[in-house]
């Protein structure tokens, strides 16, 4: 779902909110502020993958009993947009500590839902780049890396697929010497079925100029015999 002119954030509605039954309520004062819901899911973490997700706050005190918290149970994810998501989701939930939140604001989020700073009901990203880590987290396909420039891309071109295009290209002319200009550009635009599902497009792009070339000084080779 796009959210044109917005900003994305990651909420987290952590185990007690959810134990709590506190997630319709929540979800409807997200709401009712204008949030938009992007996509949502509930989650249940392993250790490792709450300590991977709080890796920024390894060494501290809190580590060791948030993350034990974080995996104790299930947690709903969401993905929420809107102009200014990130501070203004950071200003619904409220201060980190529920007695703090309670006192200077009584009607957020964790002053509300919140018991004390492990259990305080509710997560959000604290700025648009830690939204982003935090999103592709639990949402690997919501946040994509932007196009690259011209310069980017020549840059990717001639380090990476240049001299292998190139040795394609020449094993082409070996194999098919009265090849017409078409047939080069069909061929170079033709790929290869990738069955890599988890590889990069460059990883599956450089792969498939490797097994044209082969394929290429293959039939040369059957040409001469």
């Known amino acids: 779902m796009d959210v044109p002119e917005a900003e994305l954030t990651l909420a987290l509605l952590k185990p007690d909110a959810v134990q709590s039954g506190h997630v319709e309520a929540i979800m409807h004062t997200a709401e009712k502020h204008g949030f938009v819901f992007v996509t949502s899911s509930l989650i249940q973490l ?3 993958r709450a300590e991977e997700f709080y890796e920024h706050l390894e060494g501290s005190d809190c580590f ?4 034990r918290f974080m995996s104790s149970g299930v947690l ?3 993905v929420l947009g809107k102009k200014k998501a990130v501070q203004e989701w950071a200003s619904l939930v409220g201060p980190f500590d529920p007695d703090i939140a309670r ?3 009584p009607s957020s989020l964790r002053a509300r839902y919140g018991t004390n700073s492990i259990r305080n009901a509710v997560h959000g990203s604290s ?3 830690e939204a982003i880590r935090e999103i592709r ?3 690997p396909t919501v946040v994509r890396d932007p196009l690259p420039d011209e310069a980017s891309s020549k840059e990717y071109f001639d380090k990476h697929l240049r001299g292998t295009l190139l040795k394609g290209l020449t094993a082409l002319a070996k194999a ?3 090849s017409d200009p078409l047939h080069v550009i069909k061929w170079c635009h033709q790929p290869f079925t990738c069955k890599h599902q988890q590889r990069s ?3 599956c792009e450089e792969g498939c100029l490797r097994r044209k070339m082969e394929q290429l000084e293959h039939e040369g080779h059957h040409q001469m015999q």
Request: proline content about 8%; glycine content about 0%.
């Open 64 to 67: 060791e009993k948030l993350t």
């Open 127 to 129: 700025s648009p780049q």
């Open 137 to 139: 987290f639990f949402f």
């Open 46 to 48: 392993t250790r490792m």
């Open 103 to 105: 006192k200077e604001s």
């Open 76 to 78: 709903y994810a969401l």
């Open 201 to 203: 497009y460059q990883e």
């Open 176 to 178: 098919k010497p009265h």
